[in-house]
Protein backbone atom coordinates (compact mmCIF):
# COMPACT_ATOMS: atom_id res chain seq x y z
CA UNK A 1 0.00 0.00 0.00
CA UNK A 2 0.95 4.06 -0.71
CA UNK A 3 1.01 6.72 2.04
CA UNK A 4 2.72 9.71 2.60
CA UNK A 5 3.44 11.13 6.07
CA UNK A 6 3.67 14.99 6.30
CA UNK A 7 5.78 15.94 9.44
CA UNK A 8 4.53 18.91 11.38
CA UNK A 9 0.45 20.10 10.78
CA UNK A 10 1.31 23.65 11.20
CA UNK A 11 4.67 25.60 10.23
CA UNK A 12 5.37 29.27 10.68
CA UNK A 13 7.91 31.49 9.27
CA UNK A 14 8.96 34.98 8.77
CA UNK A 15 8.66 36.21 5.38
CA UNK A 16 12.15 36.54 3.75
CA UNK A 17 12.86 33.03 5.59
CA UNK A 18 13.48 29.45 3.95
CA UNK A 19 10.31 27.57 3.81
CA UNK A 20 10.72 23.79 4.29
CA UNK A 21 7.97 21.29 4.42
CA UNK A 22 8.07 18.15 4.75
CA UNK A 23 7.21 14.62 3.28
CA UNK A 24 8.13 11.37 3.95
CA UNK A 25 6.39 8.24 1.69
CA UNK A 26 5.80 4.76 1.87
CA UNK A 27 5.45 2.37 -1.51
CA UNK A 28 6.50 -0.80 -2.64
CA UNK A 29 7.22 0.50 -6.54
CA UNK A 30 8.73 3.82 -7.71
CA UNK A 31 6.28 6.24 -6.87
CA UNK A 32 5.26 9.13 -8.66
CA UNK A 33 4.84 12.41 -5.91
CA UNK A 34 3.04 15.01 -6.27
CA UNK A 35 2.42 18.36 -3.78
CA UNK A 36 -0.51 20.45 -4.29
CA UNK A 37 -1.25 23.73 -2.37
CA UNK A 38 -5.08 24.83 -1.20
CA UNK A 39 -5.67 28.48 -0.09
CA UNK A 40 -8.69 29.58 1.68
CA UNK A 41 -12.10 28.33 0.24
CA UNK A 42 -10.34 27.31 -2.65
CA UNK A 43 -9.67 23.76 -3.90
CA UNK A 44 -6.26 22.04 -4.14
CA UNK A 45 -4.03 22.93 -7.15
CA UNK A 46 -0.50 21.54 -8.26
CA UNK A 47 2.62 23.05 -7.36
CA UNK A 48 4.90 20.26 -8.77
CA UNK A 49 5.09 16.26 -9.55
CA UNK A 50 7.95 13.76 -9.60
CA UNK A 51 7.64 11.73 -12.21
CA UNK A 52 11.36 9.58 -12.39
CA UNK A 53 12.59 12.13 -14.94
CA UNK A 54 15.02 14.04 -12.81
CA UNK A 55 15.01 14.46 -8.81
CA UNK A 56 15.31 17.87 -8.45
CA UNK A 57 11.43 19.05 -9.55
CA UNK A 58 10.77 22.94 -9.78
CA UNK A 59 7.19 24.09 -9.54
CA UNK A 60 4.84 27.17 -9.56
CA UNK A 61 5.90 30.01 -7.36
CA UNK A 62 9.46 29.34 -6.85
CA UNK A 63 9.00 26.19 -5.02
CA UNK A 64 10.97 23.06 -5.48
CA UNK A 65 11.16 20.00 -4.01
CA UNK A 66 13.86 17.14 -4.17
CA UNK A 67 13.06 13.40 -4.04
CA UNK A 68 15.10 11.40 -2.19
CA UNK A 69 15.25 7.42 -2.58
CA UNK A 70 17.66 6.45 -0.03
CA UNK A 71 15.35 8.77 2.61
CA UNK A 72 11.85 8.06 1.07
CA UNK A 73 11.56 12.02 1.27
CA UNK A 74 10.38 14.19 -1.08
CA UNK A 75 10.40 17.39 0.70
CA UNK A 76 9.23 20.98 -0.24
CA UNK A 77 10.97 24.27 -0.32
CA UNK A 78 11.48 27.46 -1.18
CA UNK A 79 14.14 29.99 -0.57
CA UNK A 80 12.24 32.83 0.93
CA UNK A 81 8.50 33.08 2.37
CA UNK A 82 5.80 35.66 0.78
CA UNK A 83 2.70 36.38 2.41
CA UNK A 84 1.16 35.19 -0.33
CA UNK A 85 2.34 31.75 0.79
CA UNK A 86 0.34 31.06 3.35
CA UNK A 87 -1.85 27.98 3.01
CA UNK A 88 -2.35 24.42 3.43
CA UNK A 89 0.15 22.09 1.43
CA UNK A 90 -0.23 18.74 0.47
CA UNK A 91 1.80 16.30 -0.13
CA UNK A 92 0.48 13.26 -2.16
CA UNK A 93 1.63 9.93 -3.78
CA UNK A 94 0.49 7.46 -6.62
CA UNK A 95 2.19 3.91 -7.41
CA UNK A 96 1.74 0.69 -9.35
CA UNK A 97 -1.32 0.31 -11.71
CA UNK A 98 -3.54 2.91 -9.10
CA UNK A 99 -4.46 6.23 -10.45
CA UNK A 100 -6.06 7.79 -7.75
CA UNK A 101 -3.62 9.80 -5.34
CA UNK A 102 -3.33 9.20 -1.94
CA UNK A 103 -2.88 12.08 0.06
CA UNK A 104 -0.89 13.62 3.37
CA UNK A 105 -2.48 15.04 6.22
CA UNK A 106 -1.50 18.31 5.03
CA UNK A 107 0.62 20.88 6.33
CA UNK A 108 -0.89 24.50 6.96
CA UNK A 109 2.31 27.00 6.64
CA UNK A 110 1.92 30.54 8.61
CA UNK A 111 4.29 33.48 6.92
CA UNK A 112 4.56 36.09 9.59
CA UNK A 113 6.02 39.75 8.79
CA UNK B 1 -10.61 28.70 -13.57
CA UNK B 2 -8.98 25.16 -13.29
CA UNK B 3 -11.64 23.59 -15.93
CA UNK B 4 -13.18 21.17 -13.28
CA UNK B 5 -16.74 22.19 -12.49
CA UNK B 6 -18.52 21.60 -9.59
CA UNK B 7 -22.22 22.74 -7.95
CA UNK B 8 -23.33 23.69 -5.87
CA UNK B 9 -20.69 25.65 -4.38
CA UNK B 10 -22.70 25.37 -0.76
CA UNK B 11 -25.59 22.96 0.61
CA UNK B 12 -26.96 23.10 3.79
CA UNK B 13 -29.44 20.73 4.56
CA UNK B 14 -30.74 18.61 7.60
CA UNK B 15 -29.89 15.04 8.68
CA UNK B 16 -31.77 12.29 6.99
CA UNK B 17 -32.13 14.23 3.50
CA UNK B 18 -30.55 13.50 0.71
CA UNK B 19 -28.53 15.79 -1.81
CA UNK B 20 -26.96 15.47 -5.14
CA UNK B 21 -23.33 17.06 -6.25
CA UNK B 22 -22.42 17.46 -9.66
CA UNK B 23 -18.80 17.50 -11.31
CA UNK B 24 -18.13 18.44 -14.91
CA UNK B 25 -14.42 17.38 -15.60
CA UNK B 26 -11.56 19.20 -17.62
CA UNK B 27 -12.15 19.20 -21.59
CA UNK B 28 -10.43 15.89 -22.73
CA UNK B 29 -10.72 13.82 -19.16
CA UNK B 30 -12.11 10.60 -19.12
CA UNK B 31 -11.49 9.79 -15.77
CA UNK B 32 -13.08 11.40 -12.14
CA UNK B 33 -12.42 10.88 -8.98
CA UNK B 34 -14.19 11.90 -6.14
CA UNK B 35 -12.84 13.53 -2.75
CA UNK B 36 -14.28 14.31 0.81
CA UNK B 37 -11.99 17.30 2.91
CA UNK B 38 -13.22 16.89 6.50
CA UNK B 39 -10.82 18.37 9.68
CA UNK B 40 -10.72 14.83 11.50
CA UNK B 41 -10.49 12.86 8.52
CA UNK B 42 -8.68 14.99 5.80
CA UNK B 43 -8.62 14.18 2.23
CA UNK B 44 -10.16 10.75 1.86
CA UNK B 45 -10.69 9.43 -1.79
CA UNK B 46 -13.98 8.20 -2.02
CA UNK B 47 -14.26 6.66 -5.63
CA UNK B 48 -12.89 7.34 -9.08
CA UNK B 49 -14.59 6.60 -12.32
CA UNK B 50 -13.31 6.18 -15.89
CA UNK B 51 -15.25 6.99 -19.02
CA UNK B 52 -18.17 5.50 -17.28
CA UNK B 53 -17.25 2.96 -15.29
CA UNK B 54 -16.06 2.32 -12.07
CA UNK B 55 -12.43 1.95 -12.10
CA UNK B 56 -11.55 2.22 -8.14
CA UNK B 57 -13.24 2.63 -4.66
CA UNK B 58 -12.45 3.70 -1.61
CA UNK B 59 -14.04 4.77 1.88
CA UNK B 60 -17.15 5.26 0.43
CA UNK B 61 -19.61 4.52 2.24
CA UNK B 62 -22.99 2.95 1.62
CA UNK B 63 -25.25 5.53 1.95
CA UNK B 64 -23.13 7.05 -0.58
CA UNK B 65 -22.98 6.37 -4.26
CA UNK B 66 -21.57 7.88 -7.29
CA UNK B 67 -21.94 7.77 -11.36
CA UNK B 68 -20.46 8.94 -14.18
CA UNK B 69 -22.88 9.67 -17.26
CA UNK B 70 -21.67 9.48 -21.28
CA UNK B 71 -21.42 13.14 -21.75
CA UNK B 72 -18.51 12.45 -18.52
CA UNK B 73 -19.89 14.84 -15.97
CA UNK B 74 -20.06 13.19 -12.86
CA UNK B 75 -22.95 12.60 -9.53
CA UNK B 76 -22.06 12.23 -6.24
CA UNK B 77 -25.19 11.13 -4.47
CA UNK B 78 -25.74 11.57 -0.53
CA UNK B 79 -28.39 10.21 1.20
CA UNK B 80 -29.18 9.54 4.83
CA UNK B 81 -27.42 12.38 5.93
CA UNK B 82 -25.79 11.77 9.44
CA UNK B 83 -24.11 15.60 11.15
CA UNK B 84 -20.53 14.05 10.29
CA UNK B 85 -21.16 14.03 6.50
CA UNK B 86 -20.27 17.67 6.90
CA UNK B 87 -17.28 18.42 4.78
CA UNK B 88 -16.01 19.53 1.51
CA UNK B 89 -16.17 17.34 -1.45
CA UNK B 90 -13.83 17.46 -4.44
CA UNK B 91 -14.27 16.52 -8.18
CA UNK B 92 -10.81 15.54 -9.44
CA UNK B 93 -10.14 14.74 -13.64
CA UNK B 94 -7.57 13.68 -14.88
CA UNK B 95 -6.51 11.86 -18.62
CA UNK B 96 -5.22 8.76 -16.78
CA UNK B 97 -1.72 9.13 -18.70
CA UNK B 98 1.44 9.69 -17.66
CA UNK B 99 2.07 11.23 -14.33
CA UNK B 100 -1.65 11.41 -14.32
CA UNK B 101 -2.07 14.97 -12.58
CA UNK B 102 -5.12 15.28 -10.86
CA UNK B 103 -6.80 18.60 -11.35
CA UNK B 104 -9.29 19.70 -8.68
CA UNK B 105 -12.80 21.51 -8.40
CA UNK B 106 -13.31 24.22 -6.31
CA UNK B 107 -15.18 22.05 -3.83
CA UNK B 108 -19.03 21.55 -2.66
CA UNK B 109 -19.07 22.33 1.28
CA UNK B 110 -21.94 20.02 2.89
CA UNK B 111 -23.32 21.14 5.97
CA UNK B 112 -25.90 19.09 7.12
CA UNK B 113 -28.02 20.35 10.68
Known amino acids: AQSVTQLGSHVSVSEGALVLLRCNYSSSVPPYLFWYVQYPNQGLQLLLK??????LVKGINGFEAEFKKSETSFHLTKPSAHMSDAAEYFCAVRSGTASKLTFGTGTRLQVTL | DSGVTQTPKHLITATGQRVTLRCSPR?????VYWYQQSLDQGLQFLIQ???????AKGNILERFSAQQFPDLHSELNLSSLELGDSALYFCASSDISGANVLTFGAGSRLTVL
Open chain 2, 27 to 31: SGDLS
Open chain 2, 49 to 55: YYNGEER
Open chain 1, 50 to 55: YTSAAT
